[in-house]
């Protein structure tokens, strides 16, 4: 007869705010096979953990029910202290009594108290039948593949290589450094790109880098620790990697249809005047930055973080080249934060840069046309409560950057998500803000959200960081969710094969029969095998029919 | 291997010392206070997930204290350093707690028993604890602590309560302050944070108006497991308020007092008003800000889902000064209204004041003793997470204020920095 402990937790009053705690407790201690129940403030405390591996040993429980927050970030803890008070960490049954219940029935106390009592009796009829299980070690392959050369790309690689891992850095361009190559300066320092962009490469050059130009990641497959991936272009070939890390960027917003863009010589954006402030042919008295052209709801509905400090770095420029100029930056809300960039702001007031402050509707501008060879810029004066207008010999429109449209075919190919702004999507927003949920895969820089080139380059050592701990330790222990296959009544159809999304079903013989086989290290434990079975013979370990069909049963 | 150092147990020194040790590399995690967990542990939900702060970073805790690569050395500092990268000589005290943690089981009875109360300052000096205390139910170790300052026993020779009720007989008066000596290859600083008492902003009658608050206080205010359980009240009679204001920019940007812009208060403010408006759904709340900063991953949508769905109306003013109602208590707020150009007033029940990040108040004495810069305003200079001197690296807001999203990322890219020196 299994031994079970139920713990049902208050916390706080996350849960207790809202539900019968004791209650639910009261109701524990009757149900089949549980021998202990206690109630914690914070199961998740330090104190809440003691209590249950002291309850383990004190009443030899062979199997752990906690009734709490949400396994996704506290499963992992539970079960560790069952494995430090000697029980098998998968004897371990997690039931979800705040996010799937207290917060969901806040003002219906007595229902929600019943449905918590539902959850704990379904929880306690699968522990009834969970298995020991063992985790899988998978080695790791101390390579990664990095995708994309700009700064994220270059300093990830550089990280890397640093600490002996053989770098596979893939570029689609015919040269490195990304939109880096395109700008003349980099705030704050305003040192000029093209400084920071050759010390980098030279650094990417001292290592073992293998660097692929004019290339693309054509294929992946695989999983942590063994990724095999397939580049075409100007290189053709087959690489096996540990991890990968996406460093694709992201692009300006190209501002057609709207603010006269294409109408006008003298109406340019952001990386046009780059260019031009390059190649030193910047001229005229009257210069007028836009900000949020097509951001924060005009064609993106975020705020792009890094156009206001990039106009104010070039207007600074200009200011610095053409004394005795007019620069107007007209905005919705300087988004200068920070000790630097805010010291920044003030420099460029104090040198004569004039902000002006429009109110965050849509647009930024009213009017803008061109006469007399003049843009003219209208627009709303919200402190002196009239429209104004300017005249400016050039008008910059400050466009947010926007996911490169290769986002899309890489989050496909890699089987990783993307945001609804077309940026990469995170594990954890913010403990776990370069990872992808599926291990082995990383992000860092634009491709994340838009990022100064400080930021990307943190980022890109967080990435490097976060890929070597797989690498540098050799191998990786994955939750043993794989299916058991009864060989006995498996037919060799191939369904489950087919129904795979991770190539993890393979038609093998065995005996002299043809049976299916899993490669558990690629197995993700999605179940899709076990319900197309048709023949039964599919049973997911942690999940097994037993298993569910138990929990369903007790539901009134 | 050799082992690294990372002083300060916040949110960037948990999650560099996790992405350390889980490459097997070993850590000593230093942080000042009883418990690691930093301001993040105080913090009630954050913003843009509207997340409870403690409950993600609680697991995060609890897995430093039972990682076999990680060394907690809490209630310590770091007193002295020489050596150079790769091979840096460090000296730490460690703090008498008068309280033997092999034997401590952390049950509470002695701080149950204690007749000495003290002002709490995990909860923003809201509510008192004893002289024998955790900071606060999620510690880390939990083990009890004597505040020697306040303890009768240590300071008159009188009481001993605490040392006759413990089962576990862990009560030591005679423990004294020791120092230990470390050999380590690296060193991250996440030192984190303190933040700026208004006090000198008399327009806003901070610490004279009872209803007038610091955002570090209402996170405690908002908390369940806060002083008043989560639930907001207002002076005089615990009434409950129906509409907030929120100030920014209380003290930063400002080039009398902080220059710098503190960077997440607009954020902060947003959520906070957000918190009150799910608490009591007919709280309305008012943002008085300068630019309303809302610049990183989702946070632009953030502020208009306030205004949409959580009664926030943002209004571009700073308020010239505020007075209160004798009678009520409640607080009437002095601004210019920018679309018709007259001074207005708005009555509410209760003022939250924006105030910035300040740098640290142990950076000043760490950057002498480890021989690192500070930028002109105190935070450790930093370029990206290398500080002014090699083998040292910074990461959270000890080099400048920042979100715990951007901590966390400083943190991890510090972490793969200081492991290149562990291998030689």
């Given amino acids: ?529 076990s319900s197309s079975c048709i023949h039964k013979a599919i049973d997911m370990r942690h999940f097994r029919d037993g298993q569910i069909i138990a929990e369903i049963e007790v539901i009134d | 291997m050799k082992s690294v150092l990372i002083i300060g147990g916040g949110v960037a020194g948990i999650q560099a010392a996790l992405d350390l040790a889980d490459r097997g590399i070993h850590v000593y995690l230093v942080e000042k206070e009883p418990s690691i967990g930093g301001r993040m542990a105080l913090l009630d939900k954050t913003m843009s997930t509207n997340d409870c702060s403690i409950c993600i970073l609680a697991p995060k805790m609890n897995e430093c204290a039972s990682h076999p690569n990680i060394e907690i050395l809490e209630y310590s500092e770091v007193v002295g350093l020489d050596g150079s990268a790769g091979n840096f000589r460090v000296k730490v005290k460690r703090k008498a707690k008068y309280v033997d943690a092999s034997k401590c089981t952390g049950c509470g009875d002695c701080m149950e028993k204690c007749p000495t109360e003290v002002p709490n300052e995990y909860n923003s000096y809201i509510d008192k604890r004893k002289a024998i205390f955790l900071p606060f139910p999620q510690s880390v170790p939990r083990k009890a602590t004597i505040d020697k300052r306040y303890c009768l026993k240590l300071n008159k020779n009188r009481c001993g309560l605490c040392q006759k009720i413990c089962k576990a007989k862990a009560v030591d008066y005679t423990q004294e302050d020791k120092i230990v000596e470390l050999n380590v290859a690296s060193i991250i600083v996440a030192t984190g944070l303190s933040t700026y008492e208004p006090y000198d902003i008399k327009e806003y009658g901070y610490g004279k108006f009872a209803n007038v608050h610091t955002w570090i206080e209402y996170e405690r205010l908002i908390n369940a497991s806060g002083p008043t359980h989560g639930h907001l009240k207002c002076a005089p009679d615990g009434r409950r308020p129906k509409k907030i204001a929120f100030i920014q920019c209380v003290g930063s940007r400002d080039v009398k007092r902080c220059e710098w812009c503190s960077s997440v208060c607009c954020m902060v403010s947003i959520k906070s008003a957000m918190l009150a408006n799910e608490h009591y759904n007919d709280i309305e709340s008012f943002i008085f800000y300068s630019d309303l900063r809302v610049f990183s991953k989702r946070f632009y949508e953030y502020s208009k889902r306030g205004e949409k769905d959580y009664k926030i109306t943002y209004i571009h003013a700073r308020p010239g000064e505020i007075k209160e109602d004798k009678n009520t208590r409640n607080l009437i707020i002095y601004y210019e209204d920018e679309n018709e150009g007259k001074v207005k007033e708005l009555e509410v029940e209760m003022v939250i004041l924006a105030t910035p990040i300040m740098p640290s108040k142990s950076n000043l004495e760490i950057s002498k003793i480890l021989g690192i810069e500070l930028d002109d305003y105190g935070f450790i200079k930093a370029n990206g997470v290398e500080t002014t001197k090699q083998g040292i690296y910074a990461a959270g807001c000890c080099c400048a204020p920042k979100d715990i999203t951007e901590a966390v990322y400083q943190a991890s890219g510090a972490a793969c920095r200081a492991a290149e020196w562990c291998h030689a």
Avoid at chain 1, 509 to 518: D, F, L, S
């Fill in chain 1, 1 to 529: 007869m299994p031994r079970i402990g139920v713990f049902v937790c208050d916390c706080g009053t996350n849960i207790a705010g809202f539900l019968d705690v004791p209650a639910v407790c009261e109701y524990a201690k009757i149900l089949p096979d549980v021998v202990y129940v206690k109630e914690n403030m914070y199961t998740c405390s330090n104190a809440g953990l003691q209590e249950i591996m002291n309850a383990i040993k004190e009443h030899k429980l062979d199997r752990v029910v906690v009734a709490s927050c949400t396994p996704r970030t506290h499963e992992p803890l539970f079960r560790k202290a069952c494995e430090m008070a000697g029980l098998n960490k998968f004897l371990f049954e997690f039931v979800n009594i705040r996010d799937q219940c207290s917060w969901v029935h806040q003002k219906e106390r007595e229902k929600a108290t019943e449905k918590a009592k539902d959850l704990v009796r379904m929880g306690v009829a699968k522990a009834r039948l969970l298995e020991p299980l063992e985790e899988i070690k998978i080695p790791v392959e101390r390579a990664c593949l990095i995708i994309g050369g700009g700064i994220s790309g270059l300093t990830a690689a550089a990280a890397l290589a640093k600490q002996g891992i053989e770098v596979h850095l893939v570029e689609k361009d015919e040269k490195l450094g990304g939109i880096l190559n395109d700008i003349y300066k980099v705030y704050p320092e305003d040192e000029p790109a093209s400084k920071i962009l050759d010390e980098l490469i030279n650094e990417v050059k001292k290592y073992r880098i293998n660097v692929y130009l004019s290339s693309e990641v054509e294929k992946v497959d695989g999983y942590i620790g063994n990724f095999s991936v397939k580049i075409k272009g100007k290189t053709n070939k087959e690489i096996k990697v540990g991890t990968i890390i996406v460093a694709i960027g992201a692009k300006p917003y190209q501002p057609m249809y709207m603010y006269n863009y294409q109408e006008y010589e003298n109406i340019i954006t952001q990386i046009e005047l780059e260019k031009m402030l390059k190649e030193g042919k910047i001229k005229g008295k009257d210069f007028i930055f836009i900000q949020c052209v097509g951001g924060r709801g005009e064609r993106v509905r975020y705020c792009s973080r890094i156009c206001c400090m990039n106009s104010i770095k070039n207007a600074r420029i200009i200011k610095k080249m053409i004394p005795d100029s007019n620069v107007y930056i007209v905005h919705k809300g300087l988004q200068t934060y920070g000790v630097k960039y805010e010291e920044y702001t003030r420099k460029a007031r104090e040198e004569g840069v004039r902000f002006i402050r429009v109110a965050d509707s849509i647009p930024t501008v009213s009017s803008i046309e061109g006469k007399n060879g003049k843009i003219v810029v209208g627009f709303y004066h919200p402190g002196l409560r009239r429209k104004i207008e300017l005249q400016g010999d050039l008008v910059i429109l400050s466009t947010p950057l926007v996911a490169s449209e290769d986002a899309r075919k890489i989050s496909q190919m890699l089987k990783v998500p993307l945001g609804l702004d077309g940026f990469f999507f995170e594990a954890h927003v913010k403990l776990r803000p370069v990872d992808f949920a599926t291990d082995g895969i990383y992000m860092c820089g634009s491709c994340r959200a838009p990022a100064s080139i400080e930021e990307a380059k943190i980022q890109a050592m967080a990435a490097a960081g976060r890929a070597l701990i797989p690498m540098a330790n050799g191998f990786v222990k994955v939750e043993p969710y794989t299916p058991y296959i009864d060989e006995e009544k498996c037919r060799a159809c191939g369904m489950c094969v087919e129904v795979c999304p991770y190539g993890a079903m393979r038609i093998v013989e065995k005996n002299g029969r043809r049976v299916a086989e899993n490669i558990s290290a690629a197995c993700k434990g999605c179940g899709a095998c």
